[in-house]
């Protein structure tokens, strides 16, 4: 909470979408935990379909790819040091510390021996590019954390969920919102784990996302491949760390279950982008 209360502080007057926040508080004993407050904001989360009656057309769609990829590389253009936030991270080394470090967290909550493991953790360590950049990054940017107007939902008027927020591989960035990112054209196993209306008529796809953000960032995006990769690991773990704590008895929610299923299908997909070339 600290932290995040840390990042809002110095973010929201260079960067408006990210929430204003009012008072940090450290004393356990009203809530039960820190906590902070922030002003509200007022606007539509998409979530995996937009709620019945929203007119969500193509020319709505389309608009609303651009506006979303154009606000993360504005978050990639901010002036860290500028606004106070140079100790936020190390970027030195990042992209070399996350990959390790998720491999390892694979290894911390394994529970079936899947083979695409090692052939994705061998591909990265082969194939890891040389970090050209380090920005602000917000390490979980999709649509369910964005706030729409309501009155126009090409328009982005806020940013949720900053916990994640450090300095880094702002193509890291990207690749997360790729590895999220379903389009019309993919295979039904990755449709079953669509987060967005990302598949809806008028969507860019992912190739057109990456040429957006070329366009508008000016970054070279020739190693886009590993960033996609990795995201699709990551995330393949993060869904594994879950299910592990159910595998476990940590927690006893029935629809843990399944996820096992969802690791797989992740897992493979990072493995044929690798053979592929294709994002």
């Known amino acids: 909470m600290g932290r995040e209360f840390h990042v809002l502080s110095k973010l929201h007057d260079a960067y408006s979408p990210a929430p204003k926040v009012l008072l940090y508080c450290d004393d356990s004993s009203i809530l039960g935990a820190p906590f902070y407050l922030m002003e509200p904001i007022r606007g539509i989360i998409l979530r995996r379909d937009p709620p019945p009656g929203l007119a969500f057309t193509p020319a709505t769609a389309r608009g609303l790819c651009g506006s979303f990829i154009d606000n993360l590389a504005r978050l990639h253009k ?142 070279d995006l020739s190693n886009m491949i590993f960033y996609v990769v990795f995201a699709r690991f990551k995330v393949a773990v993060i869904v594994q760390q879950i299910y592990y704590r159910y595998h476990v008895g940590l927690t006893k929610d029935p629809r843990f279950a399944a996820m096992p299923e969802v690791v797989q299908t992740l897992l493979r997909h990072s493995l044929q982008s690798a053979q592929s070339g294709t994002i």
């Open 78 to 219: 901010i002036d860290f040091a500028a606004i106070g936030l140079a100790d936020l991270g190390k970027p030195q080394g990042y992209l070399e510390r996350q990959m390790s470090g998720w491999i390892a967290r694979y290894h911390g909550s394994k529970t079936h021996d899947l083979q695409e493991v090692e052939k994705i953790s061998e591909w990265m360590q082969r194939n890891l590019p040389s970090s050209r950049y380090a920005t602000l990054i917000h390490n979980d940017y999709k649509f369910d954390n964005v706030i729409l107007d309501s009155e126009d939902l090409t328009k982005i008027i806020g940013v949720l969920d900053w916990e994640m927020c450090t300095l880094g591989d702002p193509l890291s960035d990207l690749g997360t919102t790729l590895a999220y990112w379903v389009e019309a054209n993919d295979s039904n196993d990755l449709q079953r784990l669509r987060w967005g209306p990302t598949n809806y008529p008028g969507s860019m796809t992912r190739n057109e996302l990456v040429q957006r953000y070329a366009q508008t960032s000016g970054r």
